[in-house]
């Protein structure tokens, strides 16, 4: 003989579909700062391979793409990157600038970004290494950029420093960026 399943009150299922809209909602709120039209404060945890800080102030008054890429991300090799160097190529005389955040091992792959800054001319900036005897990062939480969820991700700021536009994957990065960047140039 077949036992019949006791129903399951309401307020069970309530408290699971609760649990589950704030669980999914805690792990993206933060994801997506700043939002479009914002200014963010600063880019904790990162330096540049040279190892001064990321300010974002050193960027005032001209346009910048902020490029969250890694060599281990095949998009980013394939289609973030070139697509950003590009642009950089093309609009650099018209006052474009771009950062590149670099989301490798810093512990490994720092002096071989150094040498790559220099050959390419940009800054590169990475994972500020901890001090000794700390454990290492092991999320991609960029202070006031939130978490980067995506890569690559390529965040638009104008000359005052607000964000105008995010584009995340390298296919849309490559058909993108220029027509998110052109309006902004001099």
């Avoid at 190529?89 to 790559?116: A, H, N, T």
Wanted: proline letters at 8%; glycine letters at 10%.
């Amino acid at each position: 003989m077949r036992r019949k399943r006791k129903p399951q009150p309401v307020h069970v299922y309530l408290g699971l579909l609760v649990f589950v809209v704030c669980w999914i909602a805690s792990g993206t709120a933060h994801a997506w700062q700043p939002e479009i039209g914002e200014k963010p404060n600063t880019m904790e945890q990162l330096e540049l391979v040279t190892g001064q800080p990321v300010r974002l102030s050193d960027y005032a008054g001209k346009p910048l793409v902020i490029y969250f890429g890694a060599d281990w991300c095949a998009p980013c090799v394939a289609n973030g990157r070139p697509a950003v160097l590009d642009a950089f190529s093309r609009y650099k005389g018209r006052g474009l600038q771009v950062l590149f955040v670099d989301l490798d091992d810093p512990f490994k792959f720092r002096g071989k970004k150094l040498v790559e800054s220099q050959q390419l001319g940009l800054p590169i900036a990475m994972r500020s290494l901890p001090a000794p005897g700390q454990e290492k990062m092991r999320n991609f939480d960029f202070g006031s950029f939130g978490k980067i969820q995506v890569v690559p991700t390529a965040i638009i700021l104008d000359d005052s420093g607000k964000v105008v536009g995010k584009i995340e994957q390298g296919t849309r990065l490559r058909a993108e960026l220029d027509g998110a960047v052109q309006p902004l140039l001099r």
